[in-house]
């Protein structure tokens, strides 16, 4: 699945670990998620629109 997470992230200059402590996740999680190997749980996904106050739909594209 294609996500907007890098970007989102580098716009707040947040580290992969500095996201990873506020999702509460190790930040090989996040990696997985930002370079496609790994979709979040859908609470994970949730968890992370409020963080960056984002709907889901525009972070996460489930389009091929």
């Known amino acids: 699945m294609k996500n907007r997470l890098k970007v989102l992230r580098a716009e707040r200059d ?3 670990a500095e996201l990873a402590g506020r999702l509460d996740v190790s930040r ?3 990696n997985a998620i930002e370079t496609g190997k790994h979709d979040p749980s859908l609470g994970l996904a949730f968890k992370i629109a409020r963080l960056f ?5 525009e972070i996460f594209d489930d389009a091929e």
């Open 14 to 16: 947040w580290s992969q």
């Open 28 to 30: 090989q999680a996040v």
């Open 53 to 57: 106050d984002t709907p889901i739909e």
